[in-house]
């Protein structure tokens, strides 16, 4: 399945945070989610075979990176309060008329 | 653009009751639409799908949905609660490859 690390973290406002995501194997698409209390997902951004396609109303300080062994990692600069939320990664196979994408169990991040 | 709305954003019932959670869509495409469920301090789970074919469609759990295109809605129905259904539940659609989300129906189930 999907694995993403760590679980929680806390960080300050204006700091850097790199999160980590572990594909389901053999999936070449991964995509990026940010939940925020009481709302449903909203999409940040999808890689595919390490490019970026697509992204959401997201500002650049969201960057990402996907790596050939099914890793990847989601980068948020200059956090701000409203970065706080549950951070939601989902891997898929892409090539066909829709991607069934697969979530990993998130990580929640609190920014002070 | 694709979007979804669930109305009702907490739903209350019964053990053993009906359940019924709205979803109506938005697209201008033939839609593929999806619903989750999310327990607490956990990721999204698929429940069901509907891409093409039958409207009506079946999950896990004994969930199941049917695609109405005259009504634009996929509404999410279980015949009998059980408590392990408190959950929340979110109703998607693709677009385009990436899910646009609802706002989600916050279940209680009560014994």
């Known amino acids: 399945g999907v694995t993403q690390s760590p679980t929680h973290l806390i960080k300050t406002r204006g700091q850097q945070v790199t999160l980590r995501c572990s594909s389901q194997?053999?999936?070449?698409?991964v995509s990026w989610y940010q939940q925020a209390l009481g709302q449903g997902p909203q999409f940040i951004f999808q890689?595919?075979?390490?490019?970026?396609?697509g992204r959401g109303n997201f500002p650049p300080r969201f960057s990402g990176l996907q790596f050939p062994n099914d890793s990847s990692e989601l980068n948020v600069n200059a956090l701000e309060l409203d970065d706080s939320a549950l951070y939601l990664c989902?891997?898929?196979?892409?090539?066909?008329?829709?991607?069934?994408?697969?979530f990993g169990p998130g990580t929640r991040l609190t920014v002070t | 653009a694709q979007s979804v709305t669930q109305l009702g954003s907490h739903v209350s019932v019964s053990e053993g009751a009906l359940v019924l959670l709205r979803c109506n869509y938005s697209?201008?495409?033939?839609?593929?639409l999806f619903w989750y469920v999310q327990y607490p301090n956990q990721g999204l789970q698929l429940l069901l799908k509907y891409t093409t074919g039958a409207t009506l469609v079946k999950g896990i759990n004994g969930f199941e949905a049917e695609f109405k295109k005259s009504e634009t809605s996929f509404h999410l129905t279980k015949p009998s609660a059980h408590m392990s259904d408190a959950a929340e539940y979110f109703c998607?659609?693709?677009?385009?490859?990436?899910?646009?989300f609802g706002e989600g129906t916050q279940l209680t189930v009560n014994p």
């Open positions: 194997s053999g999936h070449n698409t």
């Open positions: 989902a891997s898929s196979l892409a090539g066909g008329p829709y991607y069934e994408q697969y």
């Open positions: 697209s201008s495409v033939p839609p593929y």
């Open positions: 890689y595919y075979r390490e490019e970026e396609n």
């Open positions: 998607a659609v693709d677009s385009g490859s990436r899910l646009t």
